[in-house]
């Protein structure tokens, strides 16, 4: 089955940069979507389909659409874009998602 | 507005079975599938499978597909997940949430539901 590989945690600094990865087989082929989950609540999509945003998420974030790995960029990250960050594919083989083991962001 | 509300804690015996419910409001009920996740305490999002509210079927995770079941109820726009034979370790919130397609390939899943905690214990 997909295997999708993410750094265990990313710290940075508020104000700077965050690079969120994504590594798979042929990524740069698929659809990847993002989810934010903060502490004690349910995940919630932050980008769909590589580099959509949904409505309401900031223009901070930005999705890479193609190249291995993909990643969700954060920039001018805030203390509120703390918590576990994961990716997801579709496996059209299979008919399956598959979410990435996540990322816990850190806002130092 | 669109929100999906699940069920409440249960708290079951080994070899029980558990059946967790997702309510939906505010859009086309038959228009979108419904997807199941569960996160165990301190572990990440484990896909489970979904239903396509239009046509009914499923597709189970294959670490499920002996013990879990995905219904949906038309008339009170309610999808269902069981789970049988429940083991200790499938103790974790379990999470519907709503698929949506830009293209066969490109699915993604939103809201989600405020999940139910499952606990599995003798």
């Known amino acids: 089955s997909y295997v999708l590989t993410q750094l265990p945690s990313v710290s940075v600094a508020p104000g700077q940069t965050a690079r969120i990865t994504c590594g798979g087989n042929k990524i740069g082929g698929k659809s990847v979507n993002w989810y934010h989950q903060k502490p004690g609540q349910g995940p919630m999509l932050v980008m769909y389909d590589g580099g959509a945003r949904p409505s309401g998420i900031p223009q901070r974030f930005s999705g890479s659409t193609s190249g291995n790995p993909a990643t969700l960029t954060i920039s001018r990250v805030e203390v509120g874009d703390e918590g576990d960050y994961y990716c997801q594919v579709w496996e059209s083989a299979n008919h399956h998602w598959v979410f990435g083991g996540g990322t816990k962001v850190t806002v130092i | 507005q669109v929100q999906l509300v699940q069920s409440g804690v249960e708290v079951k015996k080994p070899g029980a079975s558990v059946k967790v419910s997702c309510k939906t409001f505010?859009?086309?009920?038959?228009?979108?599938?419904i997807s199941w996740v569960r996160q165990a305490p301190g572990q990440g999002l484990e896909w489970m499978g979904w239903?396509?509210?239009?046509?009914?079927?499923?597709d189970y995770a294959d670490k499920f597909l002996d013990r879990v079941t995905m219904t949906a109820d038309t008339s009170t726009n309610t999808v269902y997940m069981s789970l049988t034979n429940l083991r200790p370790d499938d103790t974790a919130v379990y999470y519907c949430?709503?698929?949506?397609?830009?293209?066969?390939?490109?699915?993604?899943?939103?809201?989600w539901g405020q999940g139910t905690l499952v606990i599995v214990s003798s």
């Open positions: 239903i396509s509210v239009n046509t009914g079927s499923t």
């Open positions: 949430a709503r698929v949506n397609w830009a293209t066969v390939e490109a699915g993604w899943f939103d809201p």
């Open positions: 505010g859009y086309s009920f038959s228009s979108h599938g």
